[in-house]
């Protein structure tokens, strides 16, 4: 069983920075992709990044130039650096593993006007 503990919310103003960690720890055969998603109250939860394990990586145009996702594969671990935070970046940001498609419990983040 496949557990991912995530770290890292909180509360911030705008302009502000936050950055998101997510640790999978369990039985973990193969993880392709691991990502970053949100869901703001109200919304569908929407993908904010991704990284595959060969580096690759992707982005939701509403965060591009602002976040930036790694990976550290030898410690099954993912981060979301998150700079110039918006209020409309309020969310639960949820980590997600493929293929195995595992969630997160999520983490809140607020940005404050």
């Known amino acids: 069983q496949v557990q991912l503990v995530e770290s890292g919310g909180g509360l911030v103003q705008a302009g502000g920075s936050l950055r998101l960690s997510c640790a999978a720890s369990?039985?973990?055969?193969?993880?392709?992709?691991m990502g970053w998603y949100r869901q703001a109250p109200g919304k569908q939860r929407e993908l904010v990044a991704t990284?595959?394990?060969?580096?690759?990586?992707n982005y939701a145009d509403s965060v591009k130039g602002r976040f930036t996702i790694s990976r550290d594969n030898a410690k099954n671990t993912v981060y979301l650096q998150m700079n110039s935070l918006k209020p409309e970046d309020t969310a639960v940001y949820y980590c997600?593993?493929?293929?195995?498609?595992?969630w997160g419990q999520g983490t809140q983040v607020t940005v404050s006007s």
């Open positions: 997600h593993l493929s293929p195995i498609d595992a």
């Open positions: 369990g039985i973990i055969f193969s993880i392709d992709i």
């Open positions: 990284a595959t394990s060969d580096g690759g990586t």
